[in-house]
């Protein structure tokens, strides 16, 4: 059976992916363009701040553009969940330590750290190949 790159199981998936996509497309973007507020969000016990950020971004990039074809979209989808593990420390030392990102406000900062969860399962779902039913 021939698959197609971008092959979905249905609209839902189709859109799920595409927002997936999206999302870290210009997540791994940000990590470059704006790369001071993410090195400012790096715990301090977390060595080479710089080193990580940009890792994290291309990362977040090859990610986004594994999920796009269906050949690889598995391992690209499990190499996102285990990003979106690796980085929750970030988000738990910004809802820690508030009084440094007055951008945002506190309960911001910890209404994200559940939303953890649903993005693991949005990339879980977007990761599914055509014809595949289980969530990973």
């Avoid at 210009?26 to 890792?55: D, E, K, N």
């Avoid at 939303?115 to 977007?126: D, E, N, R, T």
């Amino acid at each position: 059976m021939r698959t197609y790159p971008l092959a979905t199981h249905s609209l839902w998936h189709f859109f799920a992916l595409l927002g997936v996509v999206l999302f870290f497309l210009a997540g791994g973007i940000g990590h470059f363009m704006f790369s001071s507020f993410f090195m400012a969000i790096v715990p301090p016990y977390i060595p080479m701040p710089a080193l990580m950020v940009a890792t994290s971004g291309v990362c977040e990039l090859a990610g986004a553009l594994g999920l796009l074809m269906t050949r690889t979209r598995r391992a690209a989808g499990i190499g996102l969940l285990l990003l979106i593990v690796a980085v929750f420390p970030a988000n738990v030392y910004m809802a820690q330590h508030p009084e440094q990102f007055d951008a945002f406000a506190p309960w911001l900062l910890y209404a994200r750290l559940p939303l953890q969860l649903v993005l693991l399962v949005w990339v879980g779902f977007a990761m599914r190949s055509a014809g595949q039913r289980s969530t990973f």
